[in-house]
């Protein structure tokens, strides 16, 4: 297994424009976060998944985000109507959650957008 | 809520020097607390945990004290080298999800 992979690495899109960014987590591990992480800062949650099921958004996830986790695999986060505020690097981490609780986040190297 | 607070970077070192790196951090119970490393054009890794107050977590020579009565968990390194040199993060969670919360991270610079 070769880890967390995200796709595409870097993305720049011009504002009001509509973007996609994928995660492909470790295929074991039943649990899938979102994070944006903005210059000089540590990531910030965004929402993470239980197999196919959203179980939480922050409130930093504004209408124009949506994410899925259709198969309970990969996962897709939509940003619609890019603004310039969106440019950040997009991060994805999966874990395995089982009866001892869950296991360390492993994460992918991220996906840097662009708006401008 | 929750928060977490690392000193300022950028620390540069020189090679062999001791390393410590602040965190402190303020959670409404009790937490797990985490260093993660990130080093250059690569995903954050998990370099060491504690899960309760007192626990020692250690990896790779680092190594960090949960320290409940200070609210603190001060990254520690005897003899940093020039592969050391990445942006650290301290984090805490009460229980994952939105209760995982990363500091700014640290950046450190080893010198040959």
């Known amino acids: 297994d070769t880890g967390v992979s995200q796709d595409p690495r870097h993305k720049i899109t011009k504002r009001g424009q509509n973007v996609t960014f994928r995660c492909d987590p470790i295929s074991e591990h039943n649990r899938l976060y979102w994070y944006r992480q903005t210059l000089g800062q540590g990531p910030e949650f965004l929402t993470y998944?239980?197999?196919?099921?959203?179980?939480?958004k922050s409130r930093l996830l504004s209408d124009r985000f949506s994410a899925e986790r259709p198969k309970g695999s990969f996962s897709t986060l939509e940003i619609q109507r890019t603004e310039q505020g969106d440019s950040a690097m997009y991060l994805c981490?999966?874990?395995?959650?089982?009866?001892?609780?869950?296991?360390?986040?492993?994460f992918g190297p991220g996906t840097r957008l662009t708006v401008t | 809520g929750d928060s977490v607070t690392q000193m300022e970077g950028p620390v540069t070192l020189s090679e062999e020097a001791f390393l410590t790196i602040n965190c402190t951090y303020t959670?409404?119970?009790?937490?797990?607390l985490f260093w993660y490393v990130q080093y250059p054009g690569e995903g954050l890794q998990l370099l060491l945990k504690?899960?309760?107050?007192?626990d020692k977590g250690s990896n790779k020579g680092f190594e960090a004290t949960y320290r409940k009565e200070t609210t603190s968990f001060h990254l520690e390194k005897g003899s940093v080298q020039v592969s050391d040199s990445a942006v650290y993060f301290c984090a805490l969670s009460e229980d994952y999800g939105q209760n995982f919360v990363f500091g700014p991270g640290t950046r450190l610079s080893v010198l040959p």
């Open positions: 981490a999966s874990s395995l959650v089982g009866l001892a609780g869950e296991d360390e986040q492993y």
């Open positions: 504690a899960t309760k107050a007192d």
């Open positions: 959670a409404t119970g009790y937490p797990s």
């Open positions: 998944f239980q197999n196919e099921a959203q179980l939480e």
